[in-house]
């Protein structure tokens, strides 16, 4: 973005325009079986919406990112959860989430190490900035 000093780039994916992404060859029943199974261990997500890209620095692999919501007891707002999966390996590849309630049981419903576990941080807590979610109470970062 111009007159920010920085420059996001994605030219190691190929989004849902190309070829290889538009068909739905990926979506085979065996994927899809793989893919419902691993997101129903997760019985405290609401699943909401996905994306699909080609990961070109993955040797052009499927990438599905899987979006979800958590909702939180103690105040009206939700926790999201991200699970990418690589399509031709059957691995979860990143997980994400804002919920310190489940992040650790997330990373273990994915296989993942639990020592790579990275505690998600308030923007509150860090940032001075008037354009982010106010709790008030300021958490161990």
Not at 86 to 101: D, N
């Amino acid at each position: 973005m111009a007159g920010y000093g920085y420059k996001i780039s994605f030219g190691n994916v190929r989004g849902g325009m190309g070829a290889k992404a538009a068909n739905g060859d990926w979506l085979t029943p065996e994927v899809k079986d793989w893919c419902q199974k691993t997101l129903e261990k997760f019985e405290f997500v609401k699943w909401d919406r996905f994306t699909k890209i080609i990961a070109t620095n993955m040797g052009d692999v499927h990438v599905v990112s899987c979006y979800g919501w958590i909702d939180r007891e103690s105040d009206a707002y939700k926790d999201f959860v991200v699970i990418a999966f690589v399509i031709e390996k059957r691995e979860v590849h990143l997980v994400m989430s804002s919920s310190a309630k489940y992040s650790e049981r997330i990373i273990e419903l994915c296989d993942h190490n639990r020592e790579l576990h990275n505690k998600c941080i308030r923007i509150e807590d860090v940032f001075e900035i008037s354009n982010s979610i106010k709790l008030g109470k300021k958490k161990d970062a």
